[in-house]
């Protein structure tokens, strides 16, 4: 794996970050602080003129056929601005499950759509397939139990639902506003993002694919793991330049706070968390489309399981060199935080991926 950017995916970035620092900055993150979908049509039909939602979706069905890594180059700078629409859940995580796992007739159906822009999805991995009942009866499959957390429900058309048939895992597609669906905010801290609890009562679904789908959950679940990285990645190298731009303005005793050899190690310390944290989910994004099933596995699992240690102490770092401060509304700083410590609890904590990665020490 070659670490340094391509010229394209420099272009990329650069694209990306002049669209959100124009049109969707950190105030927009306030304006939809209490918005369920979290997304404004503008700014979605931005992305999708940036081929944003089709970037992994090939040629045949609309996009442009890119890899999972140029996907994290767009996820770090959306990390950046803690942009709060629904990129990683419906333009990765939804759209890779459903190439993996349906068939033609579903591809035909559902990619073009989701390269357009016209639909939006999420997915529901967090609680276990075991959790939700599939029964089915006169043709139709039906759904209940609880979900919980989900991510950016109220923002999308459908959720893409794992559940157990006999003895596989399949994937189940329902409609967000269908009849037995119940979405319910997620008591949370963060409002950076949108979480759901989603309950389904004999819920009519639609099922993907003509035969198991465990290794195409696998592989979703390893996304969702990346791409949380990937945004948190964005997220902590911001609020490190918030904090140093403050150490640098700051002064006490005369001097900027940031002279100080104390706040200087602080400082190198969240450097150094982030630089081994990008460093490993470049590799675990690569992974997902040029290593291995378990070599993917591993790596989304390495990098997972090191920035929900490592992530929440960035936040607190830079809350310290603010000082009380930072918590105020007016202040930026404050909503990084909340960020960095709400992915610490998504797509699996760190005791969650150590122990994945004891099973395959030990397997």
């Not at 959100?20 to 503008?42: H, K, L, M, S």
């Not at 599939?134 to 499959?141: F, L, Q, R, T, V």
């Not at 895992?169 to 950076?192: H, K, N, S």
Request: proline share 4%; charged share 25%.
């Amino acid at each position: 794996m070659d670490f340094e950017w391509t010229e394209e995916q420099d272009m990329l970035r650069e694209s990306v970050r002049r669209f959100v620092d124009e049109n969707a900055p950190v105030d927009f993150v306030r304006d939809r602080w209490d918005d369920p979908a979290g997304v404004t049509p503008g700014a979605w039909k931005g992305l999708v003129d940036l081929g944003v939602t089709g970037l992994l979706i090939p040629e045949t069905f609309g996009g442009i056929g890119l890899s999972v890594l140029d996907m994290g180059v767009v996820l770090e700078e959306l990390g950046r601005v803690l942009h709060p629409g629904p990129v990683l859940s419906s333009a990765l995580v939804a759209t890779r499950l459903i190439a993996a796992t349906g068939n033609e007739a579903d591809c035909e159906s559902w990619l073009p759509r989701l390269a357009a822009g016209e639909v939006r999805l999420t997915v529901a991995l967090e609680n276990g397939e075991d959790a939700i009942r599939a029964d089915h009866a006169n043709g139709e499959w039906r759904l209940s139990g609880q979900l919980a957390p989900v991510l950016d429900a109220a923002g999308c058309d459908a959720i893409l639902v794992p559940a157990r048939v006999e003895k596989s895992l399949r994937v189940f597609l329902i409609a967000c506003d269908a009849t037995g669906v119940a979405l319910t905010p997620f008591d949370q801290v963060d409002g950076t993002r949108r979480l759901f609890r989603i309950g389904l009562n004999a819920a009519p679904a639609a099922l993907l694919g003509d035969g198991c789908a465990d290794s195409a959950i696998a592989e979703a679940k390893d996304l969702l793991a990346m791409g949380l990285v990937a945004d948190a990645v964005g997220a902590a190298g911001r609020a490190l330049e918030l904090a140093t731009e403050y150490a640098k303005e700051r002064e006490q005793f005369g001097r900027p706070i940031g002279s100080f050899q104390s706040l200087q190690h602080l400082l190198v310390d969240m450097l150094r968390d982030i630089e081994l944290a990008r460093a490993s989910v470049l590799y675990a994004l690569w992974s997902a489309d040029a290593a291995t099933p378990d070599e993917r596995r591993h790596s989304a699992a390495v990098a997972k399981a090191f920035a929900a240690e490592a992530f929440p102490g960035i936040g607190a770092s830079a809350i310290q060199v603010f000082g009380g401060i930072g918590y105020t509304w007016e202040m930026d700083i404050h909503l990084y935080d909340k960020r960095l410590s709400s992915q610490a609890l998504l797509g699996g904590d760190a005791t969650h991926h150590l122990e994945t990665l004891a099973t395959i020490a030990i397997d």
